[in-house]
T-cell receptor, first 113, second 111 residues
Framework: DAGVIQSPRHEVTEMGQEVTLRCKPISGHDYLFWYRQTMMRGLELLIYFNNNVPIDDSGMPEDRFSAKMPNASFSTLKIQPSEPRDSAVYFC???????????FGEGSRLTVL | QKEVEQDPGPLSVPEGAIVSLNCTYSNSAFQYFMWYRQYSRKGPELLMYTYSSGNKEDGRFTAQVDKSSKYISLFIRDSQPSDSATYLCAMSPGGGNKLTFGTGTQLKVEL
């Protein structure tokens, strides 16, 4: 398997623009997670899905952030409008039900100018 | 105060040294403890996974959990330059859904 695939790997945008990050989880995995990583705060859970249904979005910082999982093989994280403080590396991860290991993608590095 | 505290380092050691990495936590509900390794510009990957207190060994790596002290450790024996990475501790009350991560310790193993 190719692992968790994220795109784009790098995104540079200007404040106020819409940003869409994409994720393809490992085939057969039941859970999908979106994390944000910064130097100051480390890895923070934003939202997670089980069987395409959002279970906990308490980590989503503001209404500017939204996430969807229209099917088992695709998820998006959208920021609209983006702000400089959203600059971070965003990771998608997936896992099988009953298994503890999270498999992470390589991340999308977002810079908002 | 953060729920999970981890010294950010950087920690620099010579090749072959024994490395000790540590995390402290405040939430007594944490039952599952993990160590992830993250190479530069990559996603974290699971290194060790333990439940409750005790030790677990896997090759050159040993994970220890002391719930009474709310303290976990990762030991790396015979450290290699390929061990140079950031090590993240992670923990949760149950299963693998709401993991709380430390901020990571950057390790450099020098020749």
């Amino acid at each position: 398997d190719a692992g968790v695939i994220q795109s784009p790997r790098h995104e540079v945008t200007e404040m106020g623009q819409e940003v869409t990050l994409r994720c393809k989880p490992i085939s057969g995995h039941d859970y999908l997670f979106w994390y944000r990583q910064t130097m100051m705060r480390g890895l923070e859970l934003l939202i997670y899905f089980n069987n395409n249904v959002p279970i906990d979005d308490s980590g989503m910082p503001e209404d500017r952030f939204s996430a969807k999982m229209p099917n088992a093989s695709f998820s998006t994280l959208k920021i609209q409008p983006s702000e400089p403080r959203d600059s971070a590396v965003y990771f998608c991860a997936s896992r099988l039900a009953g298994a503890g290991e999270l498999f992470f993608g390589e991340g999308s590095r977002l810079t908002v100018l | 105060q953060k729920e999970v505290e981890q010294d950010p380092g950087p920690l620099s050691v010579p090749e072959g040294a024994i490395v000790s990495l540590n995390c402290t936590y405040s939430n007594s509900a944490f039952q599952y403890f993990m160590w992830y390794r993250q190479y530069s510009r990559k996603g974290p990957e699971l290194l060790m996974y333990t439940y409750s207190s005790g030790n677990k060994e896997d090759g050159r790596f040993t994970a220890q959990v002391d719930k009474s002290s709310k303290y976990i450790s990762l030991f790396i024996r015979d450290s290699q330059p390929s061990d140079s990475a950031t090590y993240l501790c992670a923990m949760s009350p149950g299963g693998g859904n709401k993991l709380t991560f430390g901020t990571g310790t950057q390790l450099k193993v020098e020749l």
